[in-house]
């Protein structure tokens, strides 16, 4: 069986065609797949009716399952994140984010499943955040890489409780993720390159430097990083799966629709340390 690789968009994204997720996939072509990840940052299937099960079984091709940290209440299985939204404005997707950077070991990888999607709207936006730091002026790298930051869980933690997505108390949320330090650019542990890892859910400050000027950094990373020079956009068919390089991507959730939408998430266990450059 031979893959079929098409960009998707100039910066980042391809579609994969010439594979049928629902069976067991051979090394050669995990392999492909993973190069194409490495490559494009977010690959694409399309017309992949998986089971719960083997939507597991096809992660588990590329690593250890993560649990969610923060599990919707919709769904028993630990491994599997539900995403199920009608009235997504301000639920916390629709804000350009990286997953789980609140935890001391982020994602490597999200794989969605897309299982019901509204008629109208409901894309997901992509950004190629190692094209977002290389946009940077070379004296603005030179500072940010000798830079840390902080990461808290408590703005999604209060975002999905208020929404009803998660039954659980903050403060015990708070005292399980308490918060976590992360350098301000990451070298991807495969490629080497270089990206920008601060993003406006979960980066809460710069540590090292007065508070104001954290707070004008920040203001100023986060509106970088949202330049539709660095994008790809994905509109979702029922049956269609997304696998995203959270280590050097963000994503947005366009909340433009009012019909129900469910994506199902796996995620692929993530890697320490994170390497300075």
């Known amino acids: 069986m031979a893959l079929s690789v098409e960009p998707l968009a100039p910066e980042m994204g391809a579609v994969i065609r010439g594979v049928d997720l629902t069976a ?10 993973e190069k194409a990840l490495l490559e494009h940052l977010l690959v694409v299937f399309y017309d992949q009716a998986l089971s719960e099960e083997e939507h597991i079984a096809f992660a588990r091709n590329f690593g250890e399952i993560q649990p969610p940290p923060l599990k919707t209440r919709d769904h028993p299985d630990p491994l599997l994140h539900v995403l199920d939204q009608t009235s997504p404005k301000g639920e916390g997707a629709d804000n350009w984010h990286i997953d789980h ?12 499943r897309a299982v019901q999607i509204p008629s109208v709207g409901g894309d997901t936006m992509f950004a190629n955040m190692h094209a977002a730091y290389d946009a940077l002026s070379v004296p603005l790298r030179t500072m940010l890489e000798g830079l840390s930051a902080e990461h808290d869980v408590s703005k999604s933690a209060r975002r999905g409780i208020r929404s009803g997505h998660l039954e659980a108390d903050l403060s015990d949320i708070q005292k399980r993720l308490p918060p976590v330090i992360h350098p301000v650019i990451r070298t991807h542990p495969v490629t ?3 990206s920008l ?29 949202q330049n539709p020079d660095f994008q790809a956009r994905h509109r979702w068919e029922r049956n269609s799966v997304a696998f995203l390089d959270n280590r050097c991507t963000q ?25 300075r450059p």
Not at 101 to 112: D, N
Not at 203 to 214: D, H, K, M, N, Q
């Open 24 to 33: 067991p996939l051979d090394d050669e072509i995990v392999a492909g797949i």
């Open 101 to 112: 950077t609140y935890t001391q070991e982020p994602a490597m990888g999200l794989i969605l």
């Open 192 to 194: 080497g390159r270089r």
């Open 197 to 225: 890892f601060v993003h406006t859910n979960s980066t809460v400050r710069l540590l090292g430097i007065p508070e104001a000027e954290s707070e004008a950094l920040l203001a100023f990373l986060f509106q970088h990083v």
């Open 251 to 275: 994503h947005y959730a366009v909340p433009d629709y009012t019909e129900r939408r469910i994506l199902h998430r796996v995620t692929v266990k993530g890697d320490r340390p994170f390497f």
